[in-house]
């Protein structure tokens, strides 16, 4: 039976704005309260999605959340009809109000951490949703990921969905971006990789000093027994407290891995040694052969890697064997950054091609490609028990480009936040959206 690693992309919502809101995410805070651009931004998005379909890739999308959250607002005290919150809101904390308009749901590698069948006790796919309880416009993201998720992949027999970790500092769970997977085929049992910033119970590990550290080794732990992942099939690695105090929030800022490979930069992890032995032992037992790619300080610095997010890329395998490296422009426009690449590509190794794609607007607030994509790994079987709405085609393309012709603003700033017709224009816009996904009801504004 074939399988796949299913890339499913975060479409970029109506409300995409540069908020500044993400403490420790280099690009979020220096371009906070520029001006931007959410019709430009999806579009961008869309088409990385159809690029990557028409090399053959499997591909789907991901629903955006509703915002404003006018629910949340009332939940901290503002009270009236919806355009009264938003009013109320913008007049007495534009930060909540700003807060509760964040389109961060376009990065989905934040929104579950997904374990595929060959690697789970009970033979399904399982799903674990992240709590994001480090960044407030975060944190109310999870009960809308859940029935997204839910509604795409409904199929009990082959699909199993956990509810996110409790909401305290000590779970903090941050999804696919600090987990990946190595195997030798993707339908094949593998090795599940969690990277964490810190422990909260136990203080012999170290912890970042200026930044917090967002994904803790307790919840990492806890999804993969949620999971019911064997013990000799899970990997835990410590990011290095000094790259997350140089902007490296999460371990997809620093590292990428697929199928046997992890690329990664040299001052990624602690205890590299150790846990790279560790991977390759474990993969050796499951038939797979490890392979690490290493990026030496030397050639590219940690600045260089948070500035042109190389390491926020995606990783593919083409039929041959070989990988393809997918990444933004702004590792084109890094002089270290594309010597490197040149010279890796050219060298004969696993990586052998580099793809450029422009994702400026989503770049311009902290994520890159990887942030982009939620990567589920599915046989024949599995991916046939998919929302087949959610699947990427051309057809698909065409009816989502038109959609965000349709109802996307072209510029957007704080005070347009602060208008309450944006609500009404995000709501009908995801209305629609709901119809041609054919998820269903999924949002507050259609179940209450």
């Not at 975060?138 to 996110?164: C, D, K, Y």
């Not at 490296?325 to 010597?339: G, T």
Request: charged share 20%.
């Amino acid at each position: 039976m074939k399988s796949y690693e299913v890339n499913f992309d975060g479409l970029v919502g109506p409300t995409h704005n540069y908020g500044g809101l993400s403490y420790g995410n280099v690009a979020s805070q220096s371009n906070s309260q520029q001006s931007s651009n959410p019709k430009e931004a999806a579009l961008q998005g869309l088409a990385k999605m159809k690029a990557l379909m028409d090399m053959g890739f499997q591909q789907g999308v991901l629903a955006p959340q509703e915002r404003p959250d006018v629910a949340a607002l009332r939940r901290l005290g503002f009270a009236g009809s919806d355009a009264q919150v938003i009013q109320r809101a913008a007049k007495e904390a534009m930060p909540l109000l700003v807060a509760s308009c964040s389109a961060s749901s376009m990065w989905v590698a934040n929104a579950a951490t997904v374990s595929p069948s060959a690697d789970t006790a009970d033979g399904r796919v399982h799903f674990t949703a992240a709590n994001l309880n480090c960044k407030y416009h975060r944190s109310i993201e999870h009960p809308t990921t859940s029935r997204v998720l839910g509604a795409m992949f409904a199929n009990q027999q082959h699909f199993a969905h956990h509810a996110a970790l409790p909401a305290v500092a000590q779970f903090g769970d941050e999804g696919a971006a600090n987990h990946t997977r190595f195997c030798r085929a993707y339908g094949e049992a593998g090795v599940e990789f969690f990277v964490f910033g810190r422990s909260a119970f136990d203080n012999r590990y170290p912890a970042p000093q200026k930044y917090p550290a967002r994904q803790t080794l307790e919840a990492s732990q806890a999804v993969a027994r949620l999971h019911g992942l064997r013990e000799e099939g899970v990997v835990y690695a410590q990011q290095n407290p000094s790259v997350i105090d140089q902007g490296v929030f999460h371990n997809d800022v620093i590292a990428v891995g697929n199928g046997e490979v992890l690329f990664y930069h040299e001052d990624a992890f602690l205890g590299t040694d150790k846990m790279l032995a560790e991977l390759s032992g474990k993969l050796a037992k499951v038939g797979g052969k490890f392979q690490s790619v290493c990026v030496p300080r030397s050639a590219v610095t940690v600045d260089d890697a948070v500035r042109s997010y190389l390491f926020n890329s995606q990783l593919l395998s083409r039929p041959d064997g070989s990988m393809l490296l997918i990444v933004p422009e702004e590792c084109r426009s890094n002089e270290r950054v594309w010597q490197y690449l040149q010279g890796l590509t050219g060298a004969g190794g696993v990586i052998r091609e580099v793809k450029v794609f422009d994702l400026k607007q989503s770049m311009q607030n902290g994520g890159g490609p990887a942030c982009l994509r939620l990567r589920v790994a599915l046989n024949e079987t599995e991916l046939a028990a998919v929302n087949p709405g959610v699947i990427m085609t051309a057809p698909l393309y065409d009816s989502l480009t038109q959609w965000v012709e349709n109802h996307y603003r072209d510029r957007m700033t704080e005070n347009d936040l602060a208008d309450p017709q944006l609500l009404l224009e995000c709501r009908s816009a995801l209305d629609e959206l709901t119809q041609i996904l054919k998820l269903g009801s999924v949002y507050p504004f259609q179940i209450n």
